[in-house]
């Protein structure tokens, strides 16, 4: 990918077929966004409507205390009511919610009846141990249905669910069991990915010895190799769900608009991960409104989000918006290329997938393999295709468009993080498209583009994107932070109360944006947000490193790659076997995605007088490009 074809290809335009314009949820966007904009409460006021509460908000919006804002305040609900609840009372209990593959090949489908079913059961487990209203649970699992039966679980007692993705390992789990508090963890043994087993139990054992706090580890049996159960602290799920206390009858705990929902930890500029926070009103009517009007849900969609559900676009976008809207989604367990690079192209053939969202390095991995892969197979069933988690390259965009959609199906590009909750910058499909541009914000949201001092940039000038004002499932805080929270999003432009998103990006002259990607220490690898921070203190952590810097480097593949440079402690040399000795490292104490692709040894690192590395000179030494202004730095 780069950087010179997002700056000149704006002209290029790909619009929608009539059919497509006429059968959309909103075939005019310039007039929504319009009374979004004027009526900013109205509105969001109006799509709250369309689910159910227990008691109705008395207020929607309570700025008195911002950027504290509150949502539908007074509201009594629980987003299981919206996303399992109201559908038991309907035809829709017997449609299918859940279609999963495993990896192996194994399938298993769950209607709405029989999901809502297992999270009662599971939901009395959690009872049973004591889980109320308020704790937190970690849930460490790989990609199966009981993921999303232990999240939902987890949201009907009103318990607060924190997710760790599974590429994660040792100290990053024991980081987060630490800052979320969990007395109770659930995982499985294993997971299957390229055929390996992902030994998710074992990295849980070794994460509780660092961090002690767990009183009980709930096991699913997935992969069936032998693993260590702990007397008196470790159950299998399968034992737990069997015993008479698991009964399919369970109340849903009645919830203020603003309760937590879920905690979900994210990068940012320090090593401390930073736990994102989310409520269940605002939330639910955020994530249901924009998956319905930007991925025009039907009721005969087959909907496949193929991200995971341990990273905000699984929560929102394969756990709660398409439950909420009573779709049937599509998850599957393993990579893309397994056994062979058309393993998604026969899930789409399979189940007749309609709408397939994924990520642009998912994308140009499977592009690489060639245009024979997809053809062989029958994907006459794709209708919308979306992308999400960094810039997508035109090349891969046209590639997407042209090979899997046959020029028949538009991209929703979605930009938008952890922290916003649902789709910020995004085209709806009856807006026309330019590859590469996430086109234009969501109706009710108000973006800009802007200087320093805020001024507004011009046309085609490089700024930093800020979002304005605020929106239904907007992050309410940084868990147990309120500061970092100020610090990070709202102290840039304290005076005009923006928040600031942590992006560069561009506004063209049609007014479409094109986000450029992360102006903090923040690296995008494969759509993954790492912080540099947490990579160079797993580094630090090995006795032989005494400090280390990390950036991440255009790849044509992943977007971006780690290069790590390292100083020694004085007595240590460098190696081949160390590098390798310090990639093991960090694949077992931060995960296997944390994985620095280069090690450098280093006798010294650039910095500025203050003592911060200046890793744009790292970068820009490691792109062979000019290195810039150098007058801040120290010698
Ligand atoms: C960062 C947020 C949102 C779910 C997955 C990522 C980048 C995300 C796009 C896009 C360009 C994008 C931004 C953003 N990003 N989507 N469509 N175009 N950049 O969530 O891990 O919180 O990362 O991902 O840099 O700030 P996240």
Redesign the pocket.
Known sequence: MSDKEFQTNTSEWFYPTEDIIKNAHIPDYDTVYQQAIDDPIGFWGEQAESLEWYQKWDQVLDDSNAPFYKWFIGGKTNIVLNALDRHQKTWRRNKIAIIWEGEDGEKRSFSYWRLNQEVCKFANVLRSMGVRKGDTVTIYMGRTPEIVIAMLACAKVGAIHSVIYGGFSEQAIADRIEDAKSRVLITSDGAWLRGQIVPLKNNVDQAIDRSPIVEHVIVVKRTGQDVTMVQGRDYWYHDLMALPIASTRCETEVMDAEDPLFILY??GTTGKPKGILHTHGGYQVYTSTTLNWVFDIKDDDRWWCA?DPG???GHSYIVYAPLILGATSIIYEGAPTYPYPDRWWRIVEDYGVTILYT?PTAIRGLMRFGDAWPNRRDLSSLRLLG??????NPEAWKWFYNVIGKGRCPIM????????GGFM??PVPSVGLKPGS?TRPFPGIVVDVVDEDGNTCAPNEDGKLVIKTPWPSMLRTVWGDDQRYLNQYWAAYKDKGWYL???SARKDDDGYIW?I??IDD?I?VS???LGTAEIESGLVSHHAVAEAAVIGVPDEVKGNIIYAYCILVAGQTGSDDLVKALREHIRHEVGPIAMPSKIEFVDKLPKTRSGKIMRRVLKARAMGLPEGDLSTLED
Not at 413 to 420: A, G, H, K, L, R
């Open positions: 994210t990068s991200a990273w905000i676009t990520a992308s999400v988690g960094e810039p997508i590009d979605t930009w938008w993080q952890t922290e916003t910058i995004t996430a998103a942590g992006d986000v990607g992360r923040v995008k759509g993954y947000r």
